[in-house]
């Protein structure tokens, strides 16, 4: 007896192999998906951050009287604003990994805008007109207040 049920245990766990694989299989699928859409959204959280930080800066800079001082603000917001690419970079990558075509346009319309932003923020910087400063700066600061709302449109298209 101890050697039929034996058998018949080696037959049914044969049986059960494919269907033990395909369940793992499945299951290290879905857990894989849902990694990669938390790490695009993680990524375009960590823009949004650097966004509003930026953001922060550019007002402090419009208030600031002192070119100088107004220039140190400049630069830390631009360090902000590419901190923010440099998220908004993963984003593309991991909405590319998780085949959301979607994600990767958001994230790189995200990008585009912060390119824009950094932009008017360096001419400010490197301006020797005073009075051109606040110019370039709120037009930086409108292009980077328009990027968080884009991010927000795009946060969760990879679900």
């Known amino acids: 007896m101890m050697g039929k ?5 080696i037959k049914n766990q044969n049986k059960m192999k494919p269907l033990i694989i395909t369940i793992i299989a499945c299951i290290t699928t879905l857990s894989l998906h849902a990694q990669c859409n ?13 966004t509003s930080s930026a953001i922060r800066y550019f007002k402090k800079a419009l208030k600031e009287k002192e070119t100088d001082k107004t220039k140190k603000l400049i630069g830390q917001a631009t360090v902000q604003i590419e901190d923010a690419k440099y998220s908004a970079t993963l984003a593309q990558s991991y909405s590319s990994d998780c085949s959301c075509p979607e994600g990767r346009e958001y994230a790189t319309n995200v990008y585009n805008s912060l390119f824009d932003s950094g932009t008017k923020a360096n001419r400010a910087y490197k301006t020797e007109h005073a009075d051109s400063i606040p110019i370039y700066l709120k037009k930086a600061m409108k292009i980077a207040e328009t990027t968080q709302n884009l991010i927000s449109d795009g946060l969760f298209v990879c679900d």
């Open 38 to 50: 938390y790490d695009y959204q993680s990524s375009m959280q960590d823009v949004d951050t650097y």
């Open 5 to 9: 049920s034996f058998k018949f245990s």
